[in-house]
């Protein structure tokens, strides 16, 4: 089983805990004072969503999560299950709304995302760093307002609501930062 070292946590990174795969959701290296330095982690777990915080000694190392990344298709949501299609051998997959997470505001039908396989089970998935989506609601924009002016909310199609300059208008798509849910641009589309 691989190991890692506390030295080499980053964001994102996924570890086994309690014999369940958890993914780094942040991480800092401390020294209380007295005795070992510490790391202080919060991690995610995998298949139920549950954030803790630990401490781990520094240099200590931890299991690395022996994990499969699987091509999948986002096919639906029925309301309590987002469901997925391997797009090698057309099975399909469906995940509980606390196994998708906070992906599910990035993702719409026909997309194409990473599925994670733990022990030849689908216990969540991954979607790429940035996101382009439309806006589907936002107060109309003023001609002669630039990206340095002011800002406005807008709510894309997936139901996300971010913060946009005010010369953005409904049907723009935008590109947008899967980690901290910011924009970042206006996309161009031909």
């Not at 990174?13 to 209380?32: A, E, Q, R, T």
């Not at 606390?98 to 030849?120: P, Q, S, T, Y």
């Not at 990206?147 to 953005?168: C, N, S, W, Y």
Request: charged share 30%; glycine share 8%.
């Amino acid at each position: 089983m691989e190991m890692v070292d506390t030295r080499d946590f980053r964001k994102g990174l996924k570890i086994l805990h309690n014999g369940m795969p958890w993914s780094i959701v942040d991480f800092s290296h401390y020294n209380p004072g007295k005795g070992a330095s510490l790391t202080r982690i919060k991690i995610r777990n995998l298949k139920t969503g549950q954030v803790i915080e630990q401490n781990v000694k520094s240099g200590d190392k931890l299991p690395k999560a022996d994990l499969d990344y699987r091509k999948m298709q986002y096919l639906y949501a029925d309301g309590s299950e987002f469901h997925f299609m391997d797009t090698e051998n057309y099975e399909q997959v469906a995940l509980s709304e606390a196994e998708v997470g906070e992906a599910k505001l990035f993702i719409r039908e026909n997309d194409e995302i990473k599925g994670l396989f733990f022990e030849g089970a689908a216990i969540a998935i991954e979607v790429d760093t940035f996101a382009e989506l439309e806006v589907k609601e936002t107060q109309p924009g003023i001609k002669g307002d630039t990206a340095q002016g002011g800002t406005k909310p807008a709510t894309l199609e997936t139901g996300l609501v971010v913060t946009v300059p005010l010369h953005i208008n409904e049907g723009d798509v935008l590109k947008i930062d899967t980690r901290d849910h910011n924009y970042v641009e206006k996309v161009n589309k031909k």
